[in-house]
T-cell receptor
């Protein structure tokens, strides 16, 4: 079957760095997305990786290893507004998005 | 990315009534839109894929006669929850498929059925 695994919850300190991991098993693979979802709001797009390696976008970076079925989202210089759920989603061979349950990130002062 | 709106943002209705939710793509011609449902503390659950001018494709377990989807234009898709019951209370979110399979989400509609 198809499956996405990511931690349920993580806690980090303001100003620090946090890495949110995601492993995936899909029928074929056409890329991996990260979305941010604040409580009570809809998800917003953060990143898309289809090739191996690290993509940096400001304070956020996303990494992909296709051979390992693994990705991570790296958040630097954490701010209180980064408190949110982070959703990992993989695109399978039929271009269907398989969603993870999300990682709730709690930022403490 | 695409700007997507949803209306209404909040709706409370009595059991047995029907509720229509609109999803509009404001600056992008949306050939494909998606409808999701999200229960508290759970991930997004895809309900159906809506293609402009054709019938929606429903996910397994989603009743097409209960959740009516119409995508008559490139900017508007509607989801009608017919004969709503309390168990239909949820957060309904639409999205527009953009370039590179990226999805741009509307702000969501909270439905509470009493």
């Amino acid at each position: 079957g198809q499956n996405i695994d990511q931690p349920t919850e993580m806690t980090a300190t303001e100003g620090a760095i946090v890495q949110i991991n995601c492993t995936y098993q899909t029928s074929g693979f056409n890329g991996l997305f990260w979305y941010q979802q604040h409580a009570g709001e809809a998800p917003t797009f953060l990143s898309y990786n289809v090739l191996d390696g690290l993509e940096e976008k400001g304070r956020f970076s996303s990494f992909l290893s296709r051979s390992k079925g693994y990705s991570y989202l790296l958040l630097k210089e954490l701010q209180m507004k980064d408190s949110a759920s982070y959703l990992c989603a993989a695109l399978d061979s039929n271009y269907q998005l398989i969603w993870g349950a999300g990682t709730k990130l709690i930022i403490k002062p | 990315g695409a700007v997507v709106s949803q209306h209404p943002s909040w709706v409370i209705c009595k059991s047995g009534t029907s509720v229509k939710i609109e999803c509009r793509s404001l600056d992008f011609q949306a050939t494909t839109m998606f409808w999701y449902r999200q229960f508290p503390k759970q991930s997004l659950m895809l309900m159906a894929t809506s293609n402009e001018g054709s019938k929606a494709t429903y996910e397994q377990g989603v009743e097409k006669d209960k959740f009516l989807i119409n995508h008559a234009s490139l900017t508007l898709s509607t989801l009608t929850v017919t004969s709503a019951h309390p168990e239909d209370s949820s957060f309904y979110i639409c999205s527009v498929k953009g370039g590179w399979e990226t999805q741009y989400f509307g702000p969501g509609t909270r439905l509470l059925v009493l």
